[in-house]
């Protein structure tokens, strides 16, 4: 039974483009961002992942991650995934496999992220 008092409101993604930062709202609150760097034509070096300290735990990373790669897809972007919790959501996972930049895929997974230098692949 649900509380008819209690209404969902959807997550919203918004690109902050000024900071180079995707933001994840819900109710008005950001409770995700990930950074990014925007490279021509339309590559964007996914860089770090941070969910609010209250909301962690609770899979907002991976909505998050969710929502950021299927907008970059509708913009007809790709992505390098430098950020290790992006790059251990990409592994394996061939939902995506059309929006990683095949010349520039960046990280394959969270331990090669976690060991990498942190350079942008150009």
């Not at 590559?43 to 991650?65: K, M, N, P, S």
């Not at 790669?69 to 509708?74: H, K, P």
């Not at 290790?84 to 010349?103: N, S, T, W």
Request: proline share 7%; net charge negative; hydrophobic share 35%.
């Amino acid at each position: 039974m649900s509380d008819p008092d209690h209404v969902h409101t959807p997550d919203e993604l918004r690109d902050q483009a000024g900071a180079d930062r995707f933001e994840l709202v819900r109710a008005g609150e950001t409770i995700a961002w990930m950074t990014y760097k925007h490279l021509k034509p339309n590559r964007y070096v996914l860089l770090h992942t941070e969910v609010d300290q209250a909301q962690r735990g609770h899979g907002i990373g991976g909505v998050l991650v969710d929502a950021v790669l299927n907008e970059i897809r509708s913009r007809q972007g790709t992505v390098t995934a430098i950020c290790p919790f992006v790059a251990d959501h990409l592994a394996g996972d061939e939902r995506y496999a059309d929006v990683i930049d095949p010349k520039h895929p960046g990280y394959p997974d969270r331990t090669a992220a976690e060991h990498g230098d942190g350079a942008i692949p150009v």
